[in-house]
């Protein structure tokens, strides 16, 4: 079946420094994917989104790459700020049937 | 521009009781999902509605179900509530559906099931 796996485990990262984050995905084939951001008690809140034959799209302080040989985006956060603690969710999707794959989240936390 | 509206935020309910969520999209939206997010989970997916018909379903029992009216609101029920389904319910909007783009999010109704 299919499967999305990010860090489990909080990622810790002191203030100024870049913060990167993994989605890894198997058993799929999905022709784009989707970088949310949450925070506690609210929802997910739209990022970023790559398309299959992008291998990097950037917003502000916000860079994405997806490499589907690995099976796999990075997400990485330039000149982390503790604002930009939260929880980020991955999502693939781009097939007919009408729904996202959602990875679990990782919860980063920026340190001042 | 208003944003996706769910109601209620916050309920408790008891083991067999039913509940319905409503959510209201963002204006010229067809499209509404609905998620379950458990703590440590990702957010799993329910159903979706487009233009008031349900387009896919997910691998959730027929306890829960929903439905889409003509202006694009859309309700989820859940009956004979069990103490599982104690979840954020999270409704997300899109002009043609999940799979071409970006959704977005209301901030959930938070049901409490003792």
């Known amino acids: 079946s299919q499967k999305i796996e990010q860090n489990s485990e909080a990622l810790n990262i002191q203030e100024g420094k870049t913060a990167t984050l993994t989605c890894n995905y198997t058993?799929?084939?999905?022709?784009?994917l989707q970088w949310y951001r949450q925070d506690p008690g609210r929802g997910p809140v739209f990022l970023l989104l790559?398309?299959?034959n992008e291998k990097e799209k950037r917003k502000e302080r916000l860079k994405v790459t997806f490499d589907t040989t690995l099976k796999q985006s990075l997400f990485h956060i330039t000149a982390s700020q503790p604002a930009d603690s939260a929880t980020y969710l991955c999502?693939?999707?781009?097939?007919?049937?009408?729904?996202?794959?959602w990875g679990a989240g990782t919860k980063l936390i920026i340190k001042p | 521009k208003a944003g996706v509206t769910q109601t209620p935020r916050y309920l408790i309910k008891t083991r067999g009781q039913q509940v319905t969520l409503s959510c209201s999209p963002i204006?010229?939206?067809?499209?509404v999902s609905w998620y379950q997010q458990t703590p440590g989970q990702g957010l799993q997916f329910l159903f979706e509605?487009?233009?008031?018909?349900?387009?896919n379903k997910g691998n959730f029992p027929g306890r829960f179900s929903g439905r889409q009216f003509s202006n694009s609101r859309s309700e989820m029920n859940v009956s004979t509530l069990e103490l599982g389904d104690s979840a954020l319910y999270l409704c997300?909007?899109?002009?043609?559906?999940?799979?071409?783009?970006?959704?977005?999010f209301g901030e959930g109704s938070r049901l409490t099931v003792l």
């Open positions: 509605y487009f233009s008031e018909t349900q387009r």
């Open positions: 999502a693939l999707g781009g097939d007919s049937n009408y729904q996202l794959i």
């Open positions: 204006s010229g939206h067809r499209s």
């Open positions: 997300a909007s899109s002009s043609e559906g999940p799979s071409t783009g970006e959704l977005f």
């Open positions: 790559i398309r299959e």
């Open positions: 058993n799929y084939s999905p022709a784009y």
